[in-house]
DNA sequence: TTGAAAATGATAATTATTATCAACAAACCC
DNA sequence: GGGTTTGTTGATAATAATTATCATTTTCAA
């Protein structure tokens, strides 16, 4: 299953013809589930995981399987519509793929993710794979730290 | 158990004193399993697997269970003495915590590895985090491209 | 040396995810 | 539309990494 890449804006309406035209364009059937759980993510939450879909489309769909919920989004994936974060052992979580780029920061201790950009950055890895002769393609960066909240409660509670 | 920040310099000679000094740093026992296992992790590869410890640690003490192994690590990792971390779904790696930090690129083609380091991300890095709130603690990059064995073939062989 | 406290190792439990497969449903063709 | 092919579903088992349990053993300070 070759990883196509796909354009869809996330501003267009959330009709039943643009959750079609989604599932169409990775080049797989339309079914009620798939519209159902596309359509969770798009209204749902930021940064879902795969038990939350599950939950939150069961009760419009309460025949859905949880293999079916994880196999979608993991086609998703493969295909560019979704971007998978996983951190620490945690489960995964998803986001509409195609937002500007940015990258992550997330709390080690209660798992908490904020999102950022840097142009700098970005600038900087062009140039470091350029000296390697390396053409970028591609990265991944995640920083992990320890949010204000986990931060303070580290110092209340020594121990 | 609170996270005990220990400086310990890789550099110092790999003595029996040595490992005992680590051991109690944190303040823990000194037992036999755990000086293996910190030897191993001193004197082995550069990002270890709780697997592949146990594996090597095994031969020279059967007896050792892998939670003794998985333990071990993550009381060094709480208290900062090693650096665990998590990419995709693979199991945790572990890596000395206070060295300097370096960061990969790897070619999408043939899998070709590159290390690099970059002082001026390290700073962007750290001061994205504070402006975040967070306290950075460890961070990720990876970044992927075609190397220029990779490019040149590319172009004679397209496809 | 000895006894309290901690560590070990075997194993079970847990958690996230992926694989299997029979029953079912979508899409293409006529 | 009806039939057929092929993809999808959902229940469940399998896998993989990690953590918990607990009886036995070991450390170490008094």
């Known amino acids: ?22 599932i169409r364009a990775i080049g797989v059937k339309v079914t009620d589930q798939r519209m159902t759980i596309l359509q969770e993510i798009l209204n749902g939450a930021e940064h879902v995981t795969a038990q939350s879909v ?14 079916t919920v994880y196999r979608f989004l993991r086609t998703l994936t493969d295909h ?34 904020s999102e950022f950009e840097n142009d700098e950055i970005e600038k900087l890895q062009i140039q470091i794979a350029r000296n390697l002769n390396y053409k970028l393609t591609n990265h ?20």
Chains 1, 2 share one sequence.
């Open 1 to 22: 299953m070759q990883p196509t890449r796909i354009h869809l804006s996330k501003e267009e309406p959330v009709t039943p013809q643009f959750l079609k035209k989604i």
């Open 54 to 67: 599950f939950e939150n489309v069961k009760h419009k769909t309460p025949d859905i399987g949880f293999a």
């Open 80 to 113: 560019n519509v979704l971007s998978e974060i996983r951190v620490q052992g945690l489960p995964a979580r998803y986001e509409w793929a195609n937002k500007k780029h940015h990258d992550h920061i997330s709390c080690t201790s209660c798992g908490k993710i």
């Open 140 to 159: 991944i960066m995640e920083l992990y730290g320890l949010c204000s909240d986990c931060q303070r409660k580290q110092n209340i509670l020594p121990n």
